[in-house]
Each structure stands twice: as structure tokens, then as C-alpha cells.
């Protein structure tokens, strides 16, 4: 008896078997956004942040990031920088170098010049470190009024100007052609009289060519301050005098016709016009 191969389909000897419906995973990972926010900022970015938080930008910080190269110069924080740790928890300080709340190290070239003196750093608040700055940059005599305007302090509390610098007409003989030396400030007898800056009185007394009572004090490097015509002062020949100080009263002793002050400003000797310095 010959057998045959059937091709076909195999039919099924029982009732077909339910097919499992498909699991539909609706589950979402959380994600970290601030992972994602790292990922998108370069590392100089994350510099500059860091930078930013700690407070190094204010105070001089300067990082520069480059491959295989970082080079950090900064000042330290006057409070701690508090970090948070990618698992949440807040730190004290930040870690530098493996060790909790160290400053960044600070490096230079052993050829680098550092200089912290008076003069490098004189401002507005230290008027007479600008002023000796000034005087040692060059020479007294050479120093331009747009330099010299303001260095020196006002020697009375109010100045209201009676008789200017140069030439005028002679308030004693009315004379024209009379060369005033210095310049008259309005003052009543008894007036306080400032030193103009900090130096050393270089004379104290009577002036015998018309300044009477007379004050001289020597701030270094040939510039020099005059306060003429006082009812009376307060140093002596040698003191050392602060800008601000009282070293005299106003009053109209000398070759004087009322209540006043002269006041000069003396240049190597030579007296130039004081409203260039005040």
C-alpha cells in the first residue's frame, strides 16, 4: 500500500487556544532634571556658576578652564558656600581638594611681582596716599593742575573766597600791580584753621613781612602749606600734624585790614595759585 505526504495546513484536533492579551507597561521613569541641566552646561559654564554661588566673582576670583588646564586665582568667601550632593543632602562647605571647608589653592609664577604698598592702593578714602603718590610719581614742580586739583583738604570748614591768587589792586595803599601771594578765605576772628594735609610744622610764630601770626607746614617732596594773619595757634616747630587737624584761629594780625585767612600753597618755594590744589 502506498502512502502519500497530505500538504496543508494541520488542523487543529481541539478548540484554539486564547491568545494572552498584550502588557502595556505605562510606567515612567522619574527623571533627573538636574541631570539634564548638567549635561547641557559646558564646563566653563559650570565654572562661572561655581564662581557665582561662592561669591569669587565679587571678590576678585578668576578661573580659566581649558583641556587638561585649570588655573584658579581667588579670594576666600567671607561665609560658607553650601553645596547639595546629587542625593540630596546639603553640605556644610564646599569640598576643595578632598577637604571639607579649605580655600581653593592659590598659585603663581615665581617671576610674578606682587605689590601691596600704600601708594598702589590710595583712594578717595586715603587722601594723603593719593597725595604722596602724586608727589614721588614725578616732580613737584611738574605736576599739572588736572593732577593736583583736590589733593589737598580744605583748611577751613567753609570756604568763601575774599581775595583771589595774582595780581590785584592793593587793599592797603590801592595801588595797582600788588602781587598776592596766596588766596584770602572769609573768616571770623577765632575761627578754626585745618591743616590742608599730614606733615611737619617747619615754622610757628610771627612773620615779619606782613603775615603775623603765621603757620608753615612742610608735606614732603617741596610742597608746603602757609595759614596767615592767625589771632593765635596751637604747634610748635617739629610737630607732626594730621590733614583735619586744628593747628590754628583765624584772626587779622599782621599786614591785615580785618578778619581773615591768607592761605598759601608753596611749590619747591615758590608759591603757585592754591585753588589748583583744593
Known amino acids: ?17 486564547e491568545l494572552r492579551p498584550a502588557r502595556v507597561v505605562s510606567e515612567i521613569r522619574p527623571r533627573d532634571t538636574e ?3 548638567r549635561r547641557r552646561k559646558s ?6 556658576d561655581f564662581a557665582a554661588a561662592s561669591g569669587v566673582g565679587q571678590k576678585a576670583g578668576v578661573a580659566l578652564a581649558a ?3 585649570v588655573l ?3 579670594l576666600p568667601a567671607t561665609s560658607p558656600v553650601m553645596a547639595t550632593s546629587e542625593s540630596g543632602q546639603t553640605e556644610s562647605a564646599l569640598s576643595v581638594g578632598g577637604t571639607v571647608g579649605s580655600q581653593p589653592e592659590v598659585s603663581a609664577a615665581a617671576s610674578a611681582k606682587i605689590d601691596f604698598s600704600r601708594a598702589a592702593v590710595a583712594t578717595a578714602a586715603d587722601p594723603d596716599g593719593k597725595l604722596k603718590q602724586l608727589l614721588s610719581a614725578q616732580s613737584v614742580g611738574s605736576i599739572q593742575r588736572a593732577s593736583s586739583a583736590g589733593t589737598l583738604g580744605s583748611p577751613l570748614d567753609s570756604l568763601v573766597t575774599a581775595s583771589p591768587f ?15 601771594r596766596g588766596q584770602d578765605f572769609v573768616a571770623q576772628c577765632g575761627t578754626a584753621v585745618h591743616a590742608a594735609a599730614a606733615g ?6 610771627w612773620h615779619e613781612y606782613g603775615g603775623g601770626n603765621r603757620v608753615v607746614v612742610d608735606h614732603g617732596n617741596g610742597l608746603e602749606t602757609t595759614y596767615n594773619h592767625l589771632s593765635s595757634f596751637n604747634v610748635q616747630v617739629g610737630q607732626t600734624v594730621n590733614r583735619g ?30 585753588m589748583g590744589w583744593l
Do not use: I, W
Open 1 to 17: 500500500m502506498t502512502s502519500q505526504n497530505v500538504r496543508g495546513r494541520r488542523r487543529a484536533s481541539g478548540p484554539a487556544t
Open 35 to 37: 541631570r539634564q541641566v
Open 43 to 48: 564646563p566653563m559654564r559650570q565654572v562661572a
Open 67 to 69: 583641556t587638561g588646564l
Open 72 to 74: 584658579t586665582v581667588g
Open 166 to 180: 595774582g595780581y590785584r589792586v592793593s587793599p592797603l595803599t590801592g595801588g595797582t600791580g600788588d602781587f598776592h
Open 200 to 205: 611737619k610744622v617747619t615754622f610757628a610764630g
Open 245 to 274: 587737624d586744628t593747628v590754628a584761629l583765624s584772626g587779622t594780625t599782621g599786614a591785615s585790614t580785618g578778619c581773615h585767612l591768607h592761605f598759601e600753597v608753596q611749590v619747591n618755594g615758590e608759591v603757585v595759585d592754591p
